[in-house]
């Protein structure tokens, strides 16, 4: 138990000092290049342009691969 309790306080220190630093960082650099929106949307319609096109493959191999075995 003690091993698992210094594990976890370890793991927590670590983690809020990152985000401290992190912090301390955005407020030294307030310029940090955040994303625009104009990225986010190409983003997201690059990624559901991609999950279409592979679901209707998807679909049309199940409907007609029994048709298609005989290639």
């Known amino acids: 138990m003690r091993n698992t ?3 976890t306080y370890r793991a927590l220190y670590r ?5 401290r630093e992190g912090l301390d960082e955005a407020r ?3 310029d940090r290049g955040d994303i625009s929106t104009t990225t986010v949307i190409i983003w997201v319609a690059a990624v559901t ?3 279409l096109i592979a ?3 998807a ?3 199940s409907k007609y691969n029994g048709k ?3 290639l």
């Open 5 to 7: 309790a210094a594990h």
């Open 15 to 19: 983690l809020t000092t990152h985000l």
């Open 28 to 30: 030294r650099r307030p």
């Open 49 to 51: 342009g991609a999950v």
């Open 55 to 57: 679901g209707t493959i």
């Open 59 to 61: 679909v049309v191999i």
């Open 68 to 70: 298609l075995s005989g």
